[in-house]
């Protein structure tokens, strides 16, 4: 934490910076904190893509479902990241709520290609299995996200299974 603060102190506009210090803080359960460190990176560049799609899902995950769909919106405006069409995950919430949006994402075709991703919306639905599957998927794709799995509040629900504990010796972070 140190050192992110660091950079931000030597770089304040980069706002690639002030969204990794915004993981952070999400990722050690300062969700308020990353709220702002996220709306600060957006003032820098209101449209960039890394800030837009954690903020979203630092919405989707604390509950605020209509910041969810409003950041993912203007997601959606400059990325090709925004995978499923707001649109449609509005519909899915209206007729389905949280899970027919999740069950949405993992349908899109886009997901095959993001293991991590997968592995979170299987663990916020509950599927516990699928998840590691999709963990174990991302270990063998060496995926560029999968480090940040450690600390993800929304993978929680993994962490009492003994197969997490073999995942983290897997990667050579515990013994």
Not at 85 to 101: I, W
Not at 145 to 174: A, Y
Request: hydrophobic share 45%; aromatic share 10%; proline share 7%.
């Amino acid at each position: 934490m140190e050192a992110i603060r660091r950079a931000a102190t030597l770089d304040p506009l980069s706002p690639n910076i002030q969204t990794i210090l915004g993981l952070k803080y999400w990722f050690t359960g300062r969700e308020d904190e990353a709220l702002a460190q996220f709306d600060k990176a957006l003032e820098l560049d209101p449209s960039f893509p890394l800030t837009l799609m954690h903020k979203s899902w630092l919405c989707w995950t604390t509950g605020d479902v209509e910041s969810f769909f409003e950041t993912y919106e203007r997601l959606e405006k400059v990325s090709a990241r925004a995978e499923v069409p707001a649109a449609d995950l509005r519909h899915a919430y209206a007729t389905g709520g949280r899970e027919a949006v999740l069950r949405l994402l993992l349908d899109s075709p886009s997901a095959k290609l993001r293991p991590v991703d997968r592995a979170r919306w299987h663990t916020s639905l509950g599927d516990l299995d699928a998840a590691f599957l999709d963990l174990d998927q991302a270990m063998e794709e060496r995926a560029v996200w999968l480090p940040f799995v450690v600390n993800r509040p929304d993978l929680k629900p993994l962490h009492d299974d003994p197969r997490w504990r073999s995942m983290l010796v897997r990667m050579n972070l515990l013994p």
